[in-house]
């Protein structure tokens, strides 16, 4: 349809309190130092990844997010990290926080040194699934920006194997988690490109059946008309059916095993990263 998307409209000052409450949250993160306590920068760092996880444009903000205060504040979070590495839940809003931030490309050379790619690898270890997914969130926004540098921190701490048996899991905490299969599979696009980790993942027959197996359980309804549909279109498609007591749709809808959304961007990630094993070794589709 060419029709345009409806756009709802917002209250007058709801932006303009949206964009008060980003400067007074980042205003109170800029004043964390290594002696506020521990439970006042989880309460910050919360509240900033629940009001201001969806952010992507900062042009507005041009006057505070720069790269000085940027810097400090992933400089003060990197030693919380370290600091305290047996808080799960503060560690997790610190990730949230830096995968927000470092959209803004804005002081971000200090997230690409190995220094801070150890405490990324420290995070991939703990076993916490909303933390391994902000983990793998900003390794793959960090790869996006910097592939080069990071890629290099990878080979040296075998990060690619530490997301590949993220990957191949069994743990129920991990094991059908459609975030971390993308975040981890969208890391790995960029990280199988060099040699030494392209080379060292193609030896691996686990992964690829596990990624082969991925690929044949996300695409397993191609046949039904209604897996290229968009949740969103559907759900409307669904809302009308409802309205008109048709039990047969509703019935027919019911029985979707499938996420459109969901599935369809991890078969796309998929065929990303078969397309750059291939740039690697040619016979992995063999």
Request: aromatic share 10%; net charge positive.
């Amino acid at each position: 349809s060419n029709d345009a998307p409806k756009v709802q409209k917002e209250k007058p000052d709801s932006t303009e309190k949206k964009s008060q409450s980003f400067e007074d949250i980042y205003k109170k993160l800029q004043s964390i130092t290594e002696s506020t306590q521990e439970s006042i920068q989880q309460d910050l760092l919360t509240s900033f990844a629940k009001s201001c996880g969806n952010m992507f444009d900062f042009k507005s903000y041009d006057n505070l997010v720069t790269k000085d205060n940027n810097e400090k504040l992933f400089k003060q979070l990197s030693k919380t990290l370290a600091k305290y590495n047996e808080n799960y839940d503060l560690q997790t809003a610190i990730f949230q926080t830096i995968r927000v931030l470092s959209r803004s490309r804005m002081g971000v050379n200090i997230l690409m040194t190995e220094k801070f790619h150890k405490l990324m690898v420290t995070g991939l270890k703990s076993d916490r699934r909303k933390l391994i997914v902000q983990t793998l969130a900003v390794m793959a926004n960090l790869c996006f920006m910097n592939k080069d540098q990071i890629t290099k921190h990878a080979v040296k701490h075998k990060t690619y194997k530490i997301i590949i048996d993220i990957l191949k899991s069994k743990d129920k905490k991990l094991k059908g988690q459609d975030r971390i299969y993308f975040l981890g599979l969208n890391s790995l696009f960029y990280l199988c490109l060099d040699k030494a980790i392209g080379s060292a993942i193609y030896k691996d027959n686990t992964f690829f059946q596990w990624l082969f197996d991925l690929f044949l359980e996300k695409s397993k309804s191609f046949q039904d008309k209604n897996f290229w549909v968009r949740s969103k279109l559907r759900d409307k498609a669904k809302a009308k059916s409802k309205s008109n007591d048709n039990d047969e749709e509703k019935s027919n809808d019911s029985n979707n095993e499938y996420n459109t959304d969901e599935d369809c961007r991890l078969i796309v990630e998929i065929l990303r990263i078969l397309f750059n094993f291939t740039l690697v070794e040619t016979n992995v589709l063999k």
